[in-house]
Nanobody, 125 residues
Framework: QVQVVESGGGLVQPGGSVKLSCAAS????????IGWFRRAPGTEREGVLC????????YCADSVKGRFTISRDNAKNTVYLQMNSLKYEDTAVYYC??????????????????WGQGTQVTVSS
């Protein structure tokens, strides 16, 4: 059974940093992609923030590019989201999701088949 588990959220001051982890397990596919998403309080889930796939491709949306970086450890089947220069508006529940077919920034959310439970990131002084 495929599982996707996020960790690493918490309370951080404006301008600070936090690193989220997304561990995927229970799959046999040679290819998988992990997308990071977030949902701020009272809003709908945003489109994909960053993507990393097992072919080595990465992407981050313009809204976070330069502040957020995605990386992966293939040996651990873990993808990381390093978030720097955090702002109040980055406060959200952050989710990672796995897809086992090629994805790109336009891939609909529903094509990410397996989702984690989310991890809260709160930016506050």
């Amino acid at each position: 059974q495929v599982q996707v588990v996020e960790s690493g959220g918490g309370l951080v001051q404006p301008g600070g940093s936090v690193k989220l982890s997304c561990a995927a397990s229970g799959f046999t596919s040679d290819y998988y992609a992990i997308g990071w998403f977030r949902r701020a309080p009272g809003t709908e889930r945003e489109g994909v923030l960053c993507i990393s796939d097992s072919d080595g491709s990465t992407y981050c949306a313009d809204s976070v590019k330069g502040r957020f970086t995605i990386s992966r450890d293939n040996a651990k089947n873990t993808v990381y989201l390093q978030m720097n220069s955090l702002k109040y508006e980055d406060t959200a529940v952050y989710y990672c999701a796995a897809a086992f077919r090629p994805v790109d920034p336009s891939t609909p959310i529903y094509e990410y088949e397996y989702w984690g439970q989310g991890t809260q990131v709160t930016v506050s002084s």
